[in-house]
């Protein structure tokens, strides 16, 4: 099992500039998340799915778009990219017995 | 949402028992208490949970008060590979179906050689 593997792995944007981070992973868990890690911080979080086609705000949702069309992937869209949006950000996928979440890699994203 | 609080961070020699403790004193009766660790930039890594009894496995016990405002994780014998960011989290509940992990900031631990 790969588990949770995120793409790309490194990004620079302009500053306006939209793209996917992208999520998936081979599990078949239903639970979903994306965090955001700044400099020397805690992990925030910005979307959660419970499944395909559902997904519910976290912490931080503003300047993010999240969908969920199958189980494996959960995408993450930055529409108008910001200096504030630079940051690493991390999936994660929930196995439900034991409330263990599993982290991919992480992307390391700048918006100059 | 509960929030938790912990030292920003402690050193323990290499050996020693690492005592790292956290406070969650609006936890509710339902919420679980757990506890990740960051290595470097990576992904967090899962270590232990609980509710309210004690608990141990492989990489460490969890030990919760008895009204379960406050916990405690105990790495037994330290290595510099424990090394990291540890983070306690308290395991919420959502309108959704899931559950929502609200991480603080977290302790980072120095084991010295």
């Given at each position: ?73 959960f995408p993450l ?30 992307s390391r994203l700048?918006?100059? | ?113």
């Amino acid at each position: 099992n790969a588990g949770v593997t995120q793409t790309p792995k490194f990004r620079i944007l302009k500053i306006g500039q939209s793209m996917t981070l992208q999520c998936t992973q081979d599990m078949n868990h239903n639970y979903m998340y994306w965090y955001r890690q700044d400099p020397g911080m805690g992990l925030k979080l910005i979307y959660y799915s419970v499944g395909a086609g559902i997904t519910d705000k976290g912490e931080v949702p503003n300047g993010y778009n999240v969908s969920r069309s199958t189980t494996e992937d959960f995408p993450l869209r930055l529409e108008l990219a910001a200096p504030s949006q630079t940051s690493v950000y991390f999936c994660a996928s929930l196995r439900a017995p034991t409330g263990e979440l599993f982290f991919g890699e992480g992307s390391r994203l700048t918006v100059l | 949402d509960a929030k938790t609080t912990q030292p920003t961070s402690m050193d323990c020699a290499e050996g020693r028992a690492a005592n790292l403790p956290c406070n969650h004193s609006t936890i509710s009766g339902n919420e679980y208490v757990y506890w990740y660790r960051q290595i470097h930039s990576q992904g967090p890594q899962y270590i232990i949970h609980g509710l309210k009894n004690n608990e141990t496995n492989e990489m460490a016990s969890l030990i919760i008060t008895e009204d379960r405002k406050s916990s405690t994780l105990i790495l037994p014998h330290a290595t510099l590979r424990d090394t990291a960011v540890y983070y306690c989290i308290v395991r919420v509940p959502s309108t959704s179906g899931t559950y929502k992990y609200i991480f603080g900031t977290g302790t980072r631990l120095k084991v010295l050689a």
